[in-house]
T-cell receptor, first 117, second 110 residues
């Protein structure tokens, strides 16, 4: 199984440009998450989704948008890139069934390193 | 989400045990205690979780205080590969958010 796949791995954007970070999982997980991680810091939750058609804001949603049209995919959209969005972005997924039993083991992708200049 | 407090950094020597503490004084009765770790340049990975009883798996052990206000992740014999940031997280099964704190940077000396 591929697990959680993020594309691209690296990207440089100019201020004001837009882009979509892709995230796909093949584990049939209901829950999916987007995080950002600034250098030397912990992970901050941007948006999350509990299933297709349902999304909710996390701790730092400003400047981002998400959609969840299928169980497998959870793209993150940056509309007007700003230098403050320079970060490493991680996508993760977990199983609602395991969650309800107390196990929230989340599987993470390898990350997308984004630089806005 | 209930808050956890961890030391910013800890050091250990290779092949010695490591005890990573986590305080969670506002934990509720339905909160599970989870630990993740993040190796350099990688996404976090799950380590272990528990509710009330101590737990063991192939990676580590989790010791939970009787009042559940603190817990300790135990690596029985640290290796250089265990150098990572370790995150202690509380998770209530009634919700669906998964939030991380700043974690503890573990350095393992050869």
């Amino acid at each position: 199984n591929a697990g959680v796949t993020q594309t691209p791995k690296f990207r440089i954007l100019k201020i004001g440009q837009s882009m979509t970070l892709q995230c796909a999982q093949d584990m049939n997980h209901n829950y999916m998450y987007w995080y950002r991680q600034d250098p030397g810091m912990g992970l901050k939750l941007i948006y999350y989704s509990v299933g297709a058609g349902i999304t909710d804001k996390g701790e730092v949603p400003n400047g981002y948008n998400v959609s969840r049209s299928t169980t497998e995919d959870f793209p993150l959209r940056l509309e007007l890139a700003a230098p403050s969005q320079t970060s490493v972005y991680f996508c993760a997924s977990s199983s609602i069934h395991a969650w309800l039993r107390g196990n929230t083991e989340a599987f993470f992708g390898q990350g997308t390193r984004l630089t806005v200049v | 989400d209930a808050k956890t407090t961890q030391p910013n950094s800890m050091e250990s020597n290779e092949e010695e045990p490591v005890h990573l503490p986590c305080n969670h004084s506002t934990i509720s009765g339905t909160d599970y205690i989870h630990w993740y770790r993040q190796l350099p340049s990688q996404g976090p990975e799950y380590v272990i979780h528990g509710l009330t009883s101590n737990v063991n798996n192939r990676m580590a052990s989790l010791a939970i205080a009787e009042d559940r206000k603190s817990s300790t992740l135990i690596l029985h014999r640290a290796t250089l590969r265990d150098a990572a940031v370790y995150y202690c997280i509380l998770r209530d099964t009634s919700g669906s958010r998964l939030t991380f704190g700043e974690g503890t940077q573990l350095t393992v000396n050869p």
